[in-house]
């Protein structure tokens, strides 16, 4: 007899992050609902990770031996989960005692909801900061707020596991940017919800962060993008858009690289963005 399957999983993917790892999932343990399966997807650490998961007999330890990257390890899990709600937490960040619970009240209440997400606390080298304005959090049709940078943070999330089926998974060619890209994906098709309470607490300033780890971070934006061109789905409005988008960053691209002597680099954005110049401003066929 398998055991009954839980209404919800949480996947926690992480890399030698073991300090960190302990406080995440003591706080997912502290949680006020408690229909859940914890699953922490170790993606090849070196460190004493494994020795922490042992601490918690209770949570689905996966050990990864090759380092394949946050989306790899996400995907995994949610190749393993038997809830029909997912959530991700990610290993340096923490939630509020009753995330779940105020989720889960949402969804249950409103069945046509896919996917929802809360607000934040926001924690730089042990220190609170208030985020910017460009980080703000919107509800409904987020698609056009969601184009310049990624305000849906993952550790924030909860979601329908059928969704997965609807606009498939992580990008796995994404080394960062994975999230921006699926957020854009989901909000193309569907209205997400903002939960205006600040349920998670994400600890940043660390060098081991992504984000901390390449420079150009919109460079794989670009080719998030350059994927939402290729969508049977996007309107006239949309695509106008992500055009605009796309070009933008393409400049800002091309002036960094050409700060850094990288020629070859530029031109290559360059070359983007006369092409799809072109396709947004399409010349006039002579009569």
């Not at 399957?5 to 949680?31: H, M, Y």
């Not at 996917?115 to 910017?132: A, F, H, S």
């Not at 081991?208 to 290729?230: I, N, T």
Request: aromatic letters at 10%; one cysteine or more.
């Amino acid at each position: 007899m398998f055991p009954m399957k839980p209404e919800l999983t949480i996947i926690i993917p992480t890399f030698n992050r073991a300090d960190f790892l302990k406080e995440s999932i003591q706080s997912v343990l502290s949680q006020t609902f408690t229909d859940f399966e914890l699953i922490v997807v170790d993606d090849g650490s070196t460190d004493h990770t494994a020795e922490v998961a042992r601490e918690f007999p209770g949570i689905h330890y996966v050990y990864c031996p090759v380092n394949s990257g946050v989306s790899h390890a996400r995907n995994l899990g949610i190749g393993l989960a038997r809830g029909r709600y997912i959530c991700f937490l990610d290993s340096d960040d923490l939630w509020v005692k009753s995330k779940l619970e105020t989720q889960v009240r949402w969804m249950e209440a409103h069945t046509e909801c896919r996917l929802c997400y809360t607000d934040e606390i926001w924690i730089r080298k042990g220190v609170r900061v208030n985020p910017m304005n460009k980080h703000r959090k919107y509800s409904g049709d987020i698609f056009s707020r969601s184009l310049p940078l990624c305000i849906v943070s993952p550790s924030s999330v909860l979601m329908r596991a059928s969704l997965f089926d609807e606009v498939g998974m992580f990008d796995e060619d994404l080394p960062v940017c994975e999230d921006y890209d699926l957020w854009l994906r989901i909000s193309l098709k569907f209205p997400i919800h903002f939960i205006e309470e600040k349920l998670i607490v994400k600890r940043g300033g660390h060098e081991d962060q992504l984000s901390s780890k390449y420079w150009g971070m919109d460079r794989f934006r670009v080719v998030a993008l350059e994927k939402l061109l290729r969508e049977s789905s996007l309107n006239e409005e949309k695509r106008s858009l992500v055009l605009q988008t796309l070009i933008q960053k393409c400049g800002i691209l091309i002036q960094g690289f050409a700060k850094r002597g990288k020629a070859k680099e530029a031109g290559y954005y360059q070359a983007m963005v006369n092409k799809y110049c072109r396709e947004k401003n399409p010349p006039i066929p002579l009569r």
